[in-house]
Each structure stands twice: as C-alpha cells, then as structure tokens.
Nanobody
Framework: QVQLVESGGGLVQAGGSLRLSCAAS????????MGWFRQAPGKEREFVAV????????DYADSLKGRFTISRDNAKNTVYLQMNSLKPEDTAVYYC??????????????????WGQGTQVTVSS
C-alpha cells in the first residue's frame, strides 16, 4: 500500500531552519506531484508548496515564497521542504501529500490522493 512518511520536524528558535523529508513507498513516485500542507491547532489545513513529477515546476503559498523551498529526489522517492527564517506562526503539523493527476492548481487538500501522518514543527519566539 502507499505510504508517505514525514520526518525532520522538531523544536527550533525563531530565525532558525529545518528541512523536512517525506519518503514515499508503494507508488511510482515519479508519476506523482508532491505537495506540502500544514495545519495549526484550531485552523484548517493550508497549502504550503507543491512540486510536479519531474521537479521542474513548483508553486508556493504567497506568504511563504522566499523562505521555503520544495525539492524532490526521484531516485530516493523523497520530497523535501527546506524552511528558513522560521517564525512562531510557522508552528504546525506539516503533511506531505501525493497527487497523480495532471499539473494544475494544486492548492486544495481535496486534489491529493494520499497523505502522510504529519510531523510537528514548533518555532519558539
């Protein structure tokens, strides 16, 4: 079965960096667009970033451009999220997700087929 396993979360001070990883199995990884979402307590799950199957196209939430970078290694079946200049408001559970449909708007959770369990990111002030 399809598994997406996130790692790399933790506690970091404001201004610090973290790199999240999401290892995929049970699917043909290079057939899937891969996205990152996050969900803070009491809030809806929100789009962070997405990368197309080849890694050649990316999209980011407008508020995160310049601080976060999504990338993928198809040889390792892994997608990454590099997060720099972290702020307390970045505190959330971060989820990776996989979508097999063609490229288009990929900012809604409903557009994704598979989800990981999430990894907690906490940014202290």
């Amino acid at each position: 079965q399809v598994q997406l396993v996130e790692s790399g979360g933790g506690l970091v001070q404001a201004g610090g960096s973290l790199r999240l990883s999401c290892a995929a199995s049970g699917l043909t990884f290079n057939h899937y667009n891969m996205g990152w979402f996050r969900q803070a307590p009491g809030k809806e799950r929100e789009f962070v970033a997405v990368i197309n199957w080849s890694g050649g196209i990316t999209d980011y939430a407008d508020s995160l451009k310049g601080r976060f970078t999504i990338s993928r290694d198809n040889a390792k079946n892994t997608v990454y999220l590099q997060m720099n200049s972290l702020k307390p408001e970045d505190t959330a559970v971060y989820y990776c997700a996989a979508d097999q449909r063609g490229w288009g708007t990929k900012r809604l959770p409903s557009e994704y087929d598979y989800w990981g369990q999430g990894t907690q990111v906490t940014v202290s002030s």
